[in-house]
């Protein structure tokens, strides 16, 4: 292949995977053309993308974007494929749709590579186990949650305390016969 054209596919993919966060990294060499298109399916439903990788052409690509070369050769080994997202937490929604999948259709072919994630290459275990990782939006109704609770706690303090003015006024209102009206001075007349 010319250097010319090598040079164009890497831009090309630089290209498509501009403002991607994270993907993972699968081997699905072993699926049939069947299984490959119930794969693809499953993926595109959670608005994910699958894309082949040539190995070389994607190790560059990746190192301009500032990814080390040394740990992206070690997940770049044989048939590669893509799982990805241009959605925030891509790599985690990735990660948890493979598994899915793969529990889904009892699937033993389908072979972990690795992952990256925010400027971070991860290996095959550590991408698997992505899949049990927040993504991001659970991650901001956690944090909405932890700022709501101590409003939430002031909000019915102040209710408690208004209760119990309420109630202590109408303890006060039957204990003068409630009627309301406000009690006779004293040595007046009335």
Excluded: C
Aim: proline residues 2%; glycine residues 10%.
């Amino acid at each position: 292949m010319s250097k010319q054209l090598k040079t164009l596919m890497r831009e090309a993919l630089e290209v498509k995977f501009e403002g991607v966060e994270g993907g993972v990294l699968i081997n699905t060499q072993a699926l049939n053309s069947e299984q490959t298109y119930a794969f693809r399916k499953a993926m595109h439903a959670r608005k994910l993308k699958y894309t082949v990788l040539r190995n070389a052409i994607a190790a560059r690509a990746f190192v301009d974007k500032g990814y080390k070369k040394g740990e992206l050769d070690k997940v770049l080994k044989g048939p590669v494929g893509l799982v990805y997202s241009r959605d925030e937490g891509g790599a985690v929604l990735a990660a948890k749709t493979v598994f899915e999948w793969k529990k889904d259709t009892r699937d033993k072919v389908v072979e972990w590579k690795g992952a990256f994630v925010d400027g971070q290459v991860l290996n095959a275990k550590d991408a698997e186990a992505l899949r049990n990782a927040p993504g991001k939006q659970e991650v901001r109704a956690m944090l909405a949650g932890a700022l709501q609770a101590p409003i939430v706690k002031l909000a019915a303090t102040f209710k408690e305390m208004y209760a119990r003015f309420a109630y202590a006024i109408n303890a006060l209102e039957e204990k003068r016969g409630g009627k309301g009206e406000a009690a006779p001075a004293e040595g007046g007349a009335a």
